[in-house]
């Protein structure tokens, strides 16, 4: 109960803390956690694959949290092992370390990229195996063995596609894969069509980075470039906004654009 006590006031002196924060983040309309009381925390057992929003609020998980949970699988994503709850954006590790040994994943749930295995032991038909190996992922946080499933991609290229998805920091936009190279038109549709943009990018604290930090960035690599912004930032102190980081003269309106989900102020 003291375990439970804590946790719900900790809820509570996030939802009273400096208005839109949560662990260091910005809330959009809507993401408030919930003033929740020791009474409505109930310690249980839960299948995050399966639990409804209610539910999930119900193990005293934030309604923010709860709603990008559902919102994640309802873009196919899922959670094969307990840690991958970690991987929500904002999801509070010490909820995590109270809530693990309530959570259920049983093993017969289908594994990301992996075909269900039918109670009965009969075996899959072929077609079934296909179809599920190829459901919807997120590109931001797959491996190299879910993208060679796809028809037109070896492992030289998922390799490829992770190298540049690594360097940008994610891919905000399913296009981006456009940018890849040696993507052929039918790896690129196969791509379009089962990779969904789910986890969101790291950012670049463009007021504080290096020219080393910043120069590493597939989009910024031009370090005469990135040399100006920093020495402009220095002169004229923080950027506030993209119009700030025109107004250093250093890069393209075109280059500014594709950079902009990637830069933070």
């Not at 959009?28 to 299948?47: C, H, M, R, Y």
Request: charged residues 25%; positive net charge; aromatic residues 6%.
């Amino acid at each position: 109960m003291k375990v439970l006590d804590s946790i719900a006031a900790l809820l509570e002196k996030q939802q009273s803390a400096k208005p839109g924060r949560w662990q260091g983040r910005r809330s959009a309309p809507g993401d408030e956690a919930p003033s929740l009381t020791t009474t409505q925390i109930k310690p249980v057992d839960f299948n995050p694959n399966s639990a409804s929003e209610s539910e999930l609020m119900g193990v005293g998980i934030p309604a923010f949290i709860a709603r990008r949970i559902v919102k994640f699988r309802s873009r196919g994503g899922q959670f094969r092992r307990k840690e991958d709850l970690l991987k929500i954006y904002d999801f509070p590790p010490g909820l995590y370390t109270h809530l693990e040994k309530h959570i259920q994943i049983p093993r017969a749930s289908p594994d990301a990229g992996t075909a269900a295995v039918p109670k009965s032991g009969a075996q899959v038909p072929e077609r079934q195996i296909t179809q599920d190996s190829k459901r919807i992922f997120d590109i931001n946080q797959c491996d190299t063995t879910t993208l060679i499933r796809l028809k037109g991609i070896g492992s030289k290229l998922a390799q490829r596609i992770l190298k540049f998805r690594d360097a940008l920091g994610g891919f905000h936009s399913n296009e981006q894969l456009g940018e890849v190279y040696g993507l052929d038109p039918v790896a690129l549709s196969e791509l379009k069509r089962h990779a969904s943009v789910i986890t969101p990018v790291k950012k670049i604290q463009i007021n504080i980075a290096t020219i080393e930090e910043i120069s590493r960035h597939p989009y910024l690599k031009n370090r005469k470039q990135v040399q100006i912004l920093i020495n402009y930032r220095q002169e004229h102190g923080p950027f506030g906004s993209l119009e700030d980081l025109r107004n250093a003269k250093a890069l393209d309106d075109a280059t500014l654009q594709k950079a902009k989900p990637y830069l933070s102020f």
